[in-house]
């Protein structure tokens, strides 16, 4: 089925209503939906929560948010739902993404493939290491931080991530802000004062570590 022609006023209407909690489990939720395959029409909120960890009734309310109500014993309409979650969370359109610092884990990013699949676009690399800058990694001219505007002038680039070491990512994120970058994912192990009206989320491998261990020693286990 064709949803395309409600796209933009779906968008308009739901997108101010959903709170951050709930924006943070749609993927979770998605990725729960696009694992059932394209085979199935229905899935019940018990078997979505399963799936994605949670219980029936916060399903019931995240997704009452998009404005879908399952039918009792009948459930949701999967390819439905999976569109009203893409537009909500802005994957029906293509975004252009710049990643600064190509370091192992820059280059890591830069080559992962489920970016592209969802939508998102690496269409500049850029590092400050002058032994870096001019060289190619996986097809791609790594720029010096002096080119970071016209390139994100050229290609619309709206988001930018971060994966300098911690001493650079606050001017790093100024930067991007300067050159037109509106959101920043931050790899960085440091906390970033966001500069402006900038969105930022930060991925801390160490801190998620930490929680596990947090976990564990409640858990009481011990290390041999």
């Known amino acids: 089925m064709d949803f395309a022609p409600i796209d933009r006023v779906y968008?308009?209407?739901?997108?101010?209503?959903v709170p951050n909690?709930?924006?943070?489990?749609?993927?979770?939720?998605?990725?729960?939906?696009e694992s059932?395959?394209?085979?199935?029409?229905?899935?019940?909120?018990?078997?979505?929560a399963t799936l994605a960890?949670?219980?029936?009734?916060?399903?019931?309310?995240?997704?009452?948010?998009?404005?879908?109500?399952?039918?009792?014993?009948v459930g949701y309409?999967?390819?439905?739902?999976?569109?009203?979650?893409?537009?909500?969370?802005?994957?029906?359109?293509?975004?252009?993404?710049?990643?600064?610092?190509?370091?192992?884990?820059?280059?890591?990013?830069?080559?992962?493939?489920g970016f592209q699949e969802h939508g998102f676009d690496v269409v500049g690399l850029f590092d400050a290491d002058p032994a870096k800058v001019g060289t190619e990694y996986d097809g791609m001219l790594i720029r010096s931080l002096d080119e970071l505007g016209p390139t994100i002038h050229e290609s619309?680039?709206?988001?930018?991530?971060?994966?300098?070491?911690?001493?650079?990512?606050?001017?790093?994120?100024?930067?991007?802000?300067?050159?037109?970058i509106k959101s920043i994912l931050n790899f960085a192990p440091v906390v970033i004062k966001p500069p402006?009206?900038?969105?930022?989320?930060?991925?801390?491998?160490?801190t998620e570590l930490q929680v596990l261990s947090f976990y564990l020693h409640r858990r009481g286990v011990d290390v041999e």
Do not use: M
């Open 196 to 206: 402006g009206d900038v969105d930022i989320r930060r991925v801390d491998l160490s």
């Open 53 to 73: 960890g949670v219980t029936p009734a916060k399903i019931r309310k995240d997704l009452s948010y998009l404005g879908t109500f399952g039918v009792r014993g």
């Open 156 to 180: 619309g680039a709206t988001i930018g991530i971060i994966t300098t070491p911690a001493s650079a990512a606050q001017a790093t994120a100024q930067a991007l802000a300067d050159a037109g």
């Open 77 to 113: 309409d999967i390819e439905h739902l999976r569109f009203q979650i893409r537009v909500v969370l802005g994957l029906e359109e293509e975004w252009p993404v710049v990643i600064v610092g190509v370091g192992n884990l820059g280059r890591a990013l830069a080559n992962y493939g």
């Open 21 to 33: 909690v709930t924006v943070q489990r749609l993927p979770v939720y998605l990725s729960c939906l």
């Open 11 to 17: 968008r308009d209407c739901v997108n101010e209503n």
């Open 36 to 48: 059932l395959g394209t085979e199935r029409e229905r899935v019940s909120s018990e078997e979505l």
